[in-house]
């Protein structure tokens, strides 16, 4: 999530390296002064390899293509988050956090070394779709995502407002792969929706965290809070949020915590990872209860924000548990245009809770309810810790989840109901679904609850 101009200091190592395992010669050793460093040693391997390629490969090789082909498979063995971008990738990963960009709109991510969704991005082509957390995209256009690199499959999804792709998508309950074809869009992400859900009580959703995103908070608030600049209480939804850049977690957070707060911290190797966010001044207080709802797809900087509301008691936590993606990406950009987004350190919430391949636990556990599937079914999800090669959690050990709360059971309407036709109303919406209504009846009981709890003078 921070950007550092480290190319220079990447390429002249990576030039040493190769000159020096040249000089180690093909197969004989010459002592050139200086003790070497094993690790570099393994790049005569590389070299070997490189030339044997050129010289011998069937049909001309581009040896720019071939080496960063070397650097991307480095890359992608340490862990699911680090990886190669080309000048073109690079490029597309600058515009994308600006607000816009032509694509489909979902977060994805590869599991068991399958392209699969983490979560679609509201209001978008594949939110339209119904692309689903957990769907396995199998093809794109007819091409198989089988070991196609994370920034590949970006870059063959997204393109020009206006035209088309197919994906070939595989999902629990499918009897085959299914093939959807979706029109490219530009992606605005409007990363707010707020409304009012009964008289005092509002609700805010934040799909997603970008350059504008505490500025619309903010101004979705005094929407909700109105002249008088109260409420009864906020359900903050952060349910299939993919995270996003770091600062706006740390503004969103700051909005609910008061001054000087720790919201969050890293660790890394580096000293200079080593960093520590608190809260600074606000315009104005927002005191009334909070609850913040969470699942699956809640990962990275939607898990920051709900670990330091839940810290520091601040909102009642409601949901699954999150993804798990606790660990921060270094941009570093090389000399060629290119880049490397490189895992460097891992957050860590007030308290010290690691939130890497652990995630959140909710204060109370509630499902979701499935798309289209039985009343009290419970979505299963992706999470990081399901990730092939992903960075370990300390000690990968956590308390047992608490139990799901699974949705209620209910009979379905009859066809001829009236009240099904059409658009939802706002109580169809909210009673279908199961974790934003009980955060509105907890919202609704909480004061009967906290006159209650208040010690009585004797």
Known sequence: MKTRNWGKVWIT??????????????????????????????????????????????????????????????????????????PEIYKEMQTETRGSFGGLGFEITIRDRVLTVVAPIEDTPAWRAGIQPGDQILRVDGKS?????????????????????TITIMRSGFSEPKDITLTRAIIPIRTIRSKMLEEGYGYIRISQFIEKTHGDLKAALDRLEGKEGTLKGLVLDLRNNPGGLLDQAVKVSEEFLDLGALIVYTEGRVE????????????????????????????????????????????VILGSQTFGKGSVQTI?????????????????????RSIQAQGITPDIMVADAVPGGPRRAVPQMMREKDLEHHLPGEGEKR???????KPPAKSP?????????????????ISEDPPLERALDLLKTWKIFHRLAKPKAS
């Open 272 to 315: 200079g990872q080593k960093m520590k966010f608190y809260c600074q001044a606000k315009e104005k207080k927002h005191d009334y209860p909070i609850i913040v709802l969470v699942n699956g797809g809640s990962a990275s900087a939607s898990e920051i924000v709900a670990g330091a509301l839940q810290d520091h008691g601040r909102a």
């Open 332 to 352: 570093i950009p090389l000399e060629d245009g290119s880049a490397i987004r490189l895992t460097t350190a891992r957050y860590y919430t007030p308290k010290g």
């Open 145 to 165: 995502t089988k070991d196609m690199s994370l920034m590949e499959a970006v870059r063959r999804m997204r393109g020009p407002q206006g035209t088309q792709v």
């Open 399 to 405: 308390e047992p989840p608490k139990e799901l709360e």
């Open 13 to 86: 190592l990576a030039c040493v390296a190769l000159a020096l395992s040249f000089l180690w010669g093909w197969g004989k050793v010459h002592r050139v002064g200086a003790k070497i460093n094993p690790a570099y040693e393994e790049l005569k391997i590389l070299a070997d390899v490189l030339a044997i390629v050129e010289k011998n490969y069937v049909e001309p090789v581009d040896i720019k293509k071939a080496i960063h082909g070397a650097i991307q498979g480095m890359l992608e063995s340490l862990d699911p988050h680090t990886t190669f971008m080309s």
């Open 413 to 429: 309407a009859a066809p001829s109901d009236p009240v099904k036709k059409g658009e939802p109303t706002l109580a169809q919406e």
